[in-house]
């Protein structure tokens, strides 16, 4: 062992350290369920509005899958309503990052998919009510 980590205490194991559980201690992590953070997930994903339509995301029904492993990451397929969409580059970087607001969450990964195609057969009756499709 160098001077430089004998003099920072490295490696020692000494009765301070003993008390202090410095050293020694164990860290518990407390682990959600991965079906505990799919609701708070879905309301995140609610916040992400259509920029053409007025609808958030979720209720408009371009949120394919969203897969949640024990490890708290997450992967969401996603598409748009159209495949010209102008803002086709930026909404999986809004998903993500509204996502990345929930606590528990780890990784989180968004792909664009376009099969299948939207339809408003995928949209929520509350979005259909809205936009005054029921």
Not at 48 to 58: A, G, L
Not at 82 to 91: I, K, S, Y
Not at 104 to 110: A, E, F, M, P, S
């Amino acid at each position: 062992m160098n001077r430089l980590a004998r003099f920072a205490g490295f490696g020692e194991h000494d009765e301070e350290s003993a008390s202090t559980g410095m050293l020694t201690q164990d860290v518990a992590v407390e682990r959600m369920d991965p079906e505990e953070l799919r609701e708070p997930i879905i309301e995140a994903l609610r916040s992400v509005q259509d920029p053409e339509i007025p609808i958030n995301i979720y209720d408009l029904g371009l949120i394919y899958r969203v897969d949640i492993s024990e490890s708290g990451d997450v992967a969401i397929d996603m598409t748009l309503t159209a495949p010209a969409c102008p803002v086709a580059g930026m909404m999986p970087i809004m998903v993500k990052d509204a996502v990345s607001k929930v606590e528990g969450v780890g990784l989180i990964q968004v792909d664009l998919v376009w099969d299948p195609p939207w339809s408003q057969a995928n949209m929520s009756d509350e979005a259909r009510l809205q936009l005054g499709l029921m």
